[in-house]
């Protein structure tokens, strides 16, 4: 990983942070995203600290601003001309329904949009530093859901973790179709469970809910962040995966996915949603 350009996106903290810190300690110049200066400052300084490296930079983002992960894109290529590994990374979870300004469900736009409009707007640089990886952390909690393409937006009946699931099917049905399209490219594309994690996941809620959801992730999940964070930095950085694209890792071990997940039809109808929701058609 000595000097290769690492761009991921949330992280100023749990499995973010630690990957950034792995990465960093390995060699690579790693640049985080965060959602304001001050976050990226403080995290940059303690990257630095903990690794010994001054290859460490931050850029702010707000995923669910299309315009900001444009700017973000855009800040990106002015600064640098290569691109070998994009870990998305970031994600939010919402008690109650939330919207963006475009009027989609929140926690559908951070999670996925956030994912498709970002890689697409970075993948000619990702081209042309091939060979190169993407990285997509995703979650078991895509296990249980679905894509409905009627309601995708949860008008009719929310609840954050259904929110939540389609968000994090989208992430693996978006790999799996962008592995077909990327075949021949040089550019490889993979995605993860990474564990449940101690997180800041939820501190987009109203206080008392955001408080109340980061108590029961933290009292009832087995995995800490360093752990959390081993398949990311696996799939970023092992050789052993050279060349490896389109599947979901648990463990660091190729593992199934949900049967919706390989069906085809429902990647294209979300790819071309997702394009359209995003203006890049």
């Keep these: ?64 601003d299309q315009q900001q992960v444009r700017e973000l894109a855009a800040s990106y290529k002015e600064k640098h001309a290569r691109l070998d590994v994009l870990i998305n990374n970031h994600g939010a979870a919402y008690f109650g329904r939330q919207t963006t300004t475009e009027g989609y469900e929140m926690t559908l736009a951070v999670n996925h949009l956030g994912y498709f409009l970002l890689t697409h707007l970075l993948l000619d640089t990702l081209k042309a530093s091939a060979p190169a990886r993407i990285v997509n952390v995703a979650s078991n909690a895509h296990e249980r ?18 929110a939540y699931g389609q968000s994090k099917l989208g992430n693996i049905l978006f790999t799996y179709e962008l592995s077909r399209r990327l075949e021949g490219s040089g550019v490889t594309v993979n995605c993860l ?15 008392f809910f955001g408080f109340l959801f980061k108590l029961i992730f933290n009292i009832f999940v087995p995995v800490k962040s360093p752990e959390g964070a081993s398949t ?12 490896t694209s389109g599947k979901y890792f648990v463990d660091e071990r190729p593992a199934p996915s949900n049967r919706i997940s390989y069906n085809v039809d429902v990647a294209r109808r979300l790819w071309d949603l997702s394009m359209e929701m995003t203006g890049l058609n």
Excluded: W
């Design 232 to 243: 990311s930095i696996y799939l970023a950085s092992s050789p052993e995966i050279e060349g």
């Design 145 to 162: 859901a679905n894509i409905d393409f009627n309601d995708i937006h949860l008008e009719n009946e929310y609840a954050a973790m259904k």
């Design 1 to 64: 990983m000595q000097d290769k350009l690492v761009l991921i996106t949330g992280g100023t903290s749990g499995i973010g942070f630690e990957t950034a810190r792995a990465l960093a300690e390995m060699g690579a110049h790693v640049i985080i995203t965060a959602r304001d200066e001050e976050k990226g400052h403080n995290n940059v300084e303690a990257l630095k600290r903990y690794t010994g490296s001054d290859k460490v930079d931050y850029l702010v983002c707000d995923f669910a």
């Design 193 to 207: 469970h990474p564990g449940f994690v101690a997180t800041n996941m939820g501190a987009n809620n109203i206080p």
